[in-house]
């Protein structure tokens, strides 16, 4: 029996996976008659390109693009250095105070934010329904993530690399730079990779937050979605999918070697 768990295992990845990715390749490569009731057949004739190339130009893609990058970038960027910050700290000052702000910090996994608080709290702060008030959100939303996976890390690494570089005199800042940011590259590729997919495919806070004001690809897929655009069209909505996922493809393939060894060490050590 143990012999044959890696291959069931394998299996129900393989289904569990490329059932879904499948059925959304073959839709989107089929004409609008074919996709109407859509199946896991190939389709007649191969049209993946040409859905793709209609989408990015009758679903205006490019603005919404850009829309994306704009939350996206900033918010990873945000949540790397001052995750990474915060669990240096957490993780190397063992006080009471600092454990009781890690179990605060970490809270945000299990405890889901108040969406109508936080879009009211936006009101009054004047940034509903921009770009910065969006990175605040996610921010404050997966803080919580980059903080269990970074302080994991931290506990792994040698303090007397840091007792050395300040024995020749280096700073709190210096040491954290030149240091300990080097050696967190696996963790930090970890979270780069769990953040973009949260945030890239996001529509529900998104919606709330941003809605009407500015475009990302999720809520300009619920836009022309729900306009009637993409109406009885799947063959164009699963080939706008595809287009979505290509940029977490590129950026999975890029960081997929530390992936794991970022996830073991922050979070099992």
Known sequence: MRKLQPFAVTAL??????VP????VVTAGKSQ????????SLPQRW?????????WTDGEVPAAFFGSLLVVVPT???LLVFGSMASWVLARRATRLNAVLYALGISGIVLPPAVVTVVLLLRQLGLAGSAIGMIGVYTGIYMSTVIFFVTGFVRTIPVSLEEAAQIDGAGPVKVFWRI???????????????ICLYVWNDVFYAFFVIGGRLDTLPLNLFRVASAGLYLNNWHLIFAYVVLMSLPLVVVLTVAQRRIISGITSGAVK
Request: overall charge negative.
């Open 13 to 18: 990845v393989l289904v569990v996976i490329g």
């Open 21 to 24: 990715l499948w059925l959304v």
């Open 33 to 40: 008659g074919e996709a109407l009731n859509p199946d896991f």
């Open 47 to 55: 049209q993946l390109w040409e859905n793709l190339r209609q989408v």
């Open 76 to 78: 990873v960027f945000a």
């Open 180 to 194: 300990v940011l080097p050696m967190l590259r696996p963790v930090l590729a970890t979270a780069t990779i769990l």
